[in-house]
């Protein structure tokens, strides 16, 4: 009997900072656009490298939102990259840029090519400071969407009010300099889920405007 072949390496999973990197895109095509459009959100500075642009990739540009170079890519173009997005229809160029940036330490994504990938894109749900990222490995991005929409009915816009006002409370609590493990059980108890009900209760009744009560006066 063959032997089982060794399991793939468990992703490691992370939030990553991205704002004021340098982050290069090779393509400017349906594919690449939405790429280009996260990456913004994030506060990447973005290059992107292709022989041509869709209108809003273009409009991108106009904006100076993007830096755009309307030409084929370079091995240069990855110097000061801190990761490399390829989203062109072209298997070759992919390879070339994926042999190229790993080369150089930059971690790279091929779209839609999960093999070549170092990191993958998740299905997110946000909710202000709350993101909950669902990834399938590139198993199959169809059930990431769709554990996506499920969990944006579970976690409605409501959730981006009580993220905000637990992190006003735990500001609070460090300005007051409270003690560690009082800090600790007062987040858990704010964290609860009958805190949320209490939350969304409030603001329903009083307005968004009302501050709500602090549940746990953090620091007494």
Same mark, same amino acid.
């Given at each position: 009997?063959?032997? %089982?072949?060794?399991?793939? #390496?468990?992703? *490691? #999973?992370?939030?990553?900072?991205?704002?004021?990197?340098?982050?290069? &895109?090779?393509?400017?095509?349906?594919?690449?656009? $939405?790429?280009?459009?996260?990456?913004?959100?994030? @506060?990447?500075?973005?290059?992107?490298?292709?022989?041509?642009?869709?209108?809003? &990739?273009?409009? !991108?540009?106009?904006?100076?939102?993007?830096?755009?170079? =309307?030409?084929? *890519?370079?091995?240069?173009?990855?110097? @000061?990259? *801190?990761? &490399?997005?390829?989203?062109?229809?072209?298997?070759?160029?992919?390879? =070339?840029?994926?042999?190229?940036?790993? /080369?150089?330490?930059?971690?790279?994504? &091929?779209?839609?090519?999960?093999?070549?990938?170092? *990191?993958? +894109? $998740?299905?997110?749900?946000?909710?202000?400071?709350? =993101?909950?990222?669902?990834?399938?490995? @590139?198993?199959?991005?169809? !059930?990431?969407?769709?554990?996506?929409?499920?969990?944006?009915? =579970?976690?409605? #816009?409501? +959730?981006?009010?009580?993220? /905000?006002?637990?992190?006003? %409370?735990?500001?609070?609590?460090?300005?007051?300099?409270?003690? !560690? $493990?009082?800090?600790?059980?007062?987040?858990?108890?704010?964290?609860?889920?009958?805190?949320?009900?209490?939350?969304?209760?409030?603001?329903?009744?009083? @307005?968004?405007?009302? /501050? $709500? #009560?602090?549940? /746990?006066?953090?620091?007494?």
């Amino acid at each position: 009997m063959a032997a %089982a072949p060794n399991p793939a #390496p468990a992703l *490691f #999973p992370m939030f990553l900072r991205l704002a004021g990197r340098d982050v290069l &895109v090779v393509g400017a095509g349906a594919v690449a656009h $939405p790429k280009i459009e996260s990456l913004l959100r994030a @506060g990447a500075r973005v290059r992107v490298v292709a022989p041509r642009a869709r209108r809003a &990739v273009a409009a !991108l540009t106009r904006a100076r939102r993007i830096r755009f170079q =309307q030409r084929e *890519f370079r091995a240069a173009d990855l110097d @000061g990259a *801190f990761l &490399v997005i390829a989203a062109t229809n072209s298997a070759a160029l992919h390879e =070339q840029v994926l042999r190229l940036a790993r /080369a150089r330490g930059v971690l790279c994504n &091929v779209v839609d090519d999960p093999a070549r990938c170092d *990191f993958f +894109y $998740p299905a997110v749900v946000r909710r202000g400071d709350l =993101q909950i990222a669902i990834s399938t490995g @590139g198993a199959s991005p169809a !059930l990431a969407q769709r554990l996506r929409k499920d969990l944006e009915k =579970q976690f409605g #816009p409501e +959730y981006e009010g009580w993220i /905000a006002h637990l992190r006003a %409370a735990r500001e609070e609590a460090l300005r007051r300099g409270a003690r !560690l $493990p009082v800090r600790r059980r007062a987040a858990h108890r704010m964290a609860a889920r009958h805190s949320f009900h209490s939350f969304v209760h409030h603001i329903r009744t009083r @307005g968004a405007k009302a /501050a $709500p #009560p602090s549940h /746990a006066r953090l620091g007494r």
